[in-house]
């Protein structure tokens, strides 16, 4: 009587064979793994089985089994956690995936792109250029490549993230076009940026749109950017937003200028338009509407809003609100609000605090802070014409300025 094939791989596995390769279980090095329906298969097996996408049930009985998931399977799956922002189950998915296959480039990518944006893990860049290497080589720089550039661009070393772009590029991989194009961009070398802009905006890249758009206002050509950044502003990019508010306020058009910002207020993960708005109100003279819309973004956390109000409270002489403002936004991480505060306390006579401040600011690097500590020491500086000349050296910035 002939076998089928299923009671044939049975017959196997109870004289205790792997069904998948049919060599003993007892092969040295290549492990023994039970399934929860109790069939024991070769580990090494398993894994190979689910590198090639099986369907993720037993061999033997065909009971499906989370341990016999595909690679394919869980990176589909983390994808759709990513979707929905569950970034820890997402992260472990992949985790899983990178595990059962190191060499499958797009887990390896995605797996760097959660260290180096601190989605579900801890943050780590370091962590984050390995898996980057990797997928590049694994992939033969059609992978990661363009975030492995950006990460080289951060720390200087933007010779060899060109090499790396321009010989994925040579390979066929289109998707480098956009950081190529922004790596010829701050070469200034417009055309060839122009070109692959072009190219990048025409495979669907929002943000090539509003870099193109960049260069175009550059070169004064003004419709055409304004065009680009419509383009990416419909796409659902925000930064083309306030880009294309910005060309509306230099060409006095404050009408077109006040609709595009007040259109997107409410978008709390982009506040620039808020802010900006808020500064156009300045220039029209509309004081308290460019507080009140000031007064909106600072509720949302706006560190930019809160060192613009601190500015204005300061030119009207209203140093204690002032100095709580510089205060607040200092503490929301604004890079110029501590030297301001700094001298919002020596004109108010509070040199310890000032002091204070300016060596905190001095242990974080900042050498304008080791400059004005110099400057307080001074012989003499207690005297309200050294007030002024610090207050001059920091420039606190008039109403209407942008920051």
Known sequence: MELSAPAL????????????????????????????????????????????????CCPLCREAHTDLAPVQVLIDAALAHGQLRSFEKCFRLLSQAHDIDPSNAFATGALGQMYEDGGGVSKDVARAQELFEEAHHDSDGMVATGDLANLLCEQGHQRRAQELCEEAWRKGNTDIALCLADIYKDQGKEEQAVQLYRQAASSGSVEAWNNLGIIYKIQGRRIEAKHCYQQAWQAGDMKAVFNLGILYHEDEDWSAAQTITRRH???????????????????????????????????????????????????????????????EARHRGHKEAAVKLAIVCVEQGDMHAARAILVEKRGMGNADAEEYLNFLSSPGFADELSTRLLCVLVEVKPPGCRH
């Open 265 to 327: 207020t409410a978008w709390a993960w982009w506040r620039r338009p808020t802010v900006n708005l808020a500064s156009i109100f300045q220039e029209q003279g509309a004081e308290g509407k460019a507080q009140e819309v000031f007064e909106e973004a600072r509720s949302r956390g706006d560190e930019d809003a809160s060192f613009s109000l601190a500015c204005m409270f300061m030119n009207r002489g209203n140093a204690c609100a002032a100095r709580e403002l510089f205060d």
């Open 9 to 56: 791989l049975e017959d196997e596995a109870s004289s205790g064979a792997c069904c998948i390769c049919l060599n003993s279980l007892e092969k040295p090095g290549w492990g023994r793994q039970t399934l929860p329906c109790g069939h024991v298969l070769h580990e090494h097996c398993v894994t190979a089985m689910r590198r090639r996408g099986a369907s993720g």
